[in-house]
């Protein structure tokens, strides 16, 4: 049984699809529509404009969130261990416990 | 006296939209042979020309006068072709048991004897356009500029805003894609 060559196939298509050159006819009073359909629209696609700022602004955006995580996870330690939550802890507890008077004022 | 682009558009810009007209006029047959790559019937042909415009006429304070306005134009009406095709794809899974009898024809005297089989051919246009159709849209455009339109990677890249490499990648995959194609073809018809 005589089988199909692709490759072969494939250029003969493609040469054939070459041979076809599109028409470039265009409807009777075309450009007349087109001005008339412009007439009524505004000259300014203010939807675009605005749709395309907030695009352009979503890549600083996210640049700027990245740096900020990659900064939180790889910023070096402080010299103090204690987080925030835990000095004011230790705040809120050193003005709770009473004074202890001193051991010698108690005789 | 005929005005020069650069007159029309300007005029354009100032808020005469008359001016645009000869631009259309000047215009409209390479725009409609492009779209015509891309869509069959007439009306959809007309919509996406129509679409061309009027994204040329609302972006053309965007127009650079270093390239030609028909770059430019041209860059705008492959891109509207393009989401054309995104918008319209259809289910693809079309089998060749459907296909003509002209066709399937066409496919046997190529089998017979390749040279035989004429490009010039109704039913090989015909089968092309099904492949065509087949196709994912990336796959078409770069099939259509790159193989039968011949243009460079570097032309598509900037028709279509792809970087070169892109335009590279779509091209392997898309050729993948017409192979698979092509064989599915084979092993539908002739095993």
Redesign the interface.
């Known amino acids: 049984?005589?089988?199909?060559?692709?490759?072969?196939?494939?250029k003969?298509?493609?040469?054939?699809?070459?041979?076809?050159?599109?028409?470039?006819?265009?409807?009777l009073a075309?450009?007349?529509r087109?001005?008339a359909?412009?007439?009524r629209?505004p000259?300014?696609?203010y939807l675009?404009l605005w749709a395309r700022g907030l695009w352009r602004a979503a890549v600083p955006c996210i640049t700027v969130m990245v740096l900020l995580t990659g900064w939180s996870f790889f910023a070096p330690p402080k010299a103090s261990s204690n987080d925030l939550s835990q000095e004011l802890d230790n705040t809120v507890l050193a003005a709770a416990v009473p004074e202890q008077p001193p051991a010698d004022s108690q005789h | 006296m005929e005005r020069t682009e650069a007159e029309l558009i300007a005029a354009v810009l100032k808020g005469d939209a008359a001016s645009f007209e000869p631009l259309v006029q000047r215009y409209s047959p390479r725009v409609f042979a492009t779209a015509r790559r891309y869509a069959r019937r007439e009306s959809e042909v007309e919509d996406i020309v129509q679409e061309v415009w009027v994204k040329a006429f609302q972006k053309l304070a965007g127009f650079r006068s270093e390239a030609p306005f028909e770059h430019w134009l041209m860059r705008l009406a492959v891109r509207t072709c393009y989401d054309f095709l995104r918008s319209h794809q259809r289910n693809r899974e079309t089998t060749f048991s459907e296909l003509s009898e002209p066709e399937t024809d066409w496919l046997e005297r190529f089998v017979g004897d390749p040279e035989t089989a004429s490009e010039s051919a109704d039913a090989a246009r015909l089968l092309v356009e099904r492949l065509l159709e087949q196709l994912s849209p990336p796959a078409r455009l770069i099939i259509t500029l790159l193989e039968i339109e011949d243009r460079s990677v570097k032309e598509i890249s900037d028709l279509t805003g792809w970087s070169v490499p892109l335009v590279k990648v779509r091209a392997f995959r898309a050729r993948a894609e017409m192979r698979k194609l092509l064989a599915k073809m084979a092993k539908e018809k002739y095993l």
């Open positions: 049984m005589q089988s199909m060559n692709p490759d072969a196939l494939h003969k298509l493609i040469a054939a699809a070459r041979a076809q050159v599109p028409s470039q006819h265009v409807p075309f450009e007349k087109i001005t359909l412009l007439r629209r000259a300014t696609d675009g």
